[in-house]
């Protein structure tokens, strides 16, 4: 599928993957200490900023940040339905792979269940922009995929999906190149029930 084509599916499964998903869970837990670490060397008046990368509707990951926190999805029917479920965020469409944010815009990342929707060849470009936007010293929190695939799931959600990964270490690799370091992984429950496994990365300086 082409990056057209994603958009599209997204648009067509935007609200039932919203309805079907649990809101709550362990990787939303996660949060928490992404949070800690963001908050860490920022003040009342200088509240950190965050980014989520594939926000959907917001429920499971834009709505647990800051206020004022932006969320990027290509769908435009899930920004649809994340002005309901977040109207305090700045919701914007777009690729990850190019974000349009300037450079050292943010002091955390979460990108959750969202890289593995773009071609895996495209990885390396979509974490170098992560670590562009990142502030040093800023946090990623993201998920891990295990597997080595690349592949259309047709039926997923009533629709089709494209879904793609180097797998683990190559995925770690990547993300070590793009400026990452201190990384840390867990494994937690996804949105539908089944395990993930999580990585907390943090930008190196240049």
């Known amino acids: 599928m082409d ?18 998903r649990d809101p709550d869970g362990s990787d939303a837990a996660l949060i928490d200490d992404f949070l ?26 834009l709505a647990n940040l800051p206020p004022g926190s932006v969320g990027l999805d290509v769908s435009r029917r899930g920004l649809e339905l994340a002005t ?10 777009g690729e990850m792979s190019a974000l349009p944010f300037a450079g050292d815009r943010f002091d955390g ?3 959750y269940h969202a890289v593995f ?11 170098r922009e992560f670590a562009r ?14 597997g080595r695939f690349e592949t259309v799931r047709r039926g997923w959600m009533g629709g089709r999906m494209f879904f793609s990964s180097p797998g683990r270490e190559r995925t770690l690799s990547w993300l070590r190149d793009a ?9 937690a ?18």
Request: aromatic content about 4%; glycine content about 10%; hydrophobic content about 35%.
């Open 84 to 93: 309901g479920t977040v109207p305090d965020a700045r919701l914007v469409q």
């Open 133 to 146: 936007v990142l502030r040093p010293g800023g946090r990623l929190l993201m998920t891990l995929p295990g």
């Open 36 to 61: 800690a670490d963001i908050r860490s060397d920022r003040t009342e008046a200088a509240p950190p900023t965050a980014l989520d990368v594939g926000c959907g509707d917001g429920a499971r990951t």
């Open 3 to 20: 990056r057209s084509e994603v958009r599209r599916a997204w648009d067509e499964v935007a609200e039932t993957y919203a309805d079907r």
């Open 189 to 206: 429950t996804d949105p539908l029930g089944s395990s993930t496994e999580f990585v907390l990365a943090t930008r190196h300086a240049a």
């Open 117 to 127: 929707h773009v071609e895996r060849d495209r990885h390396p470009a979509v974490y």
């Open 179 to 187: 400026g990452f370091g201190d990384v840390e992984t867990t494994t």
């Open 109 to 111: 990342i979460t990108a």
